[in-house]
């Protein structure tokens, strides 16, 4: 069964970033209301996940708050709040024992990991001074890509990452690519791109 997981955040009075296998999936620079839904399939490593944050805050007297979900479904074209609740995290549990900002740590075991290259074939990687110019030179031929709008090269470079996502979020291969051509396209187009050399 193709299983979607979706990450739900509604914070107020919080700001910080939080991280899903170590990965920042949800930004809060500052502390107005928010609330926001990541479909998460690609960041999931396997059965044990882990999000972890250490959020800043205004102070107790402003009522400061976040709840945090994971969730499942079987739809997993779109972000849904609907589904069987994996995990889920809520601060404070008592506000009058506030004294600090949350530290938000929880591990979570989802039943169905979506399948995927990424995480098996992920290695850590020491920027030393042998592997820097080949890092350098990658992003630099993907800038390159993006700032003379060659959709085609940037899509080559990039093709483990559709591939992978498209596995992840269950495309066909083909559908993937064309999801990634699509967003390409759009994000180099002469209206919107502001990408420079």
């Known amino acids: 069964m193709a299983t979607s997981y979706n990450l739900h955040v509604e914070k107020d009075r919080i700001a910080g970033t939080l991280p899903l296998n170590g990965v920042p999936l949800s930004e809060w620079h500052d502390t107005k209301p928010a609330a926001a839904a990541h479909a998460v399939n690609s960041w999931i490593q396997g059965r044990s996940n882990r999000l972890s944050s250490v959020p800043s805050w205004t102070s107790v007297s402003s009522s400061p708050r976040v709840e945090i979900a994971i969730t499942a479904t079987v739809a997993p074209d779109q972000v849904s709040t609907q589904g069987t609740r994996v995990a889920e ?10 004294d600090g900002p949350p530290a938000i740590e929880f591990d979570f075991q989802v ?3 979506p399948p995927g290259d990424l995480w098996p074939r992920l290695l850590p990687l020491d920027l030393n001074e042998q592997a820097r110019p080949g ?22 470079l990039l ?3 559709a591939q992978d996502i498209g596995r992840a979020m269950y495309f066909a ?25």
């Open 135 to 156: 890092v350098l030179a990658l992003l630099g031929q993907l800038n390159e890509a993006l700032a003379s709008r060659d959709v085609g090269w940037a899509a080559a």
């Open 173 to 197: 291969p083909d559908a993937a690519r064309q999801s990634q051509q699509d967003f390409l396209s759009f994000f180099t187009d002469d209206q919107g791109s502001r990408w420079s050399r």
């Open 111 to 113: 039943a169905d990991p």
């Open 89 to 98: 995290f809520r601060w404070p549990t008592n506000p009058a024992a506030m």
């Open 159 to 161: 093709d483990f990452k």
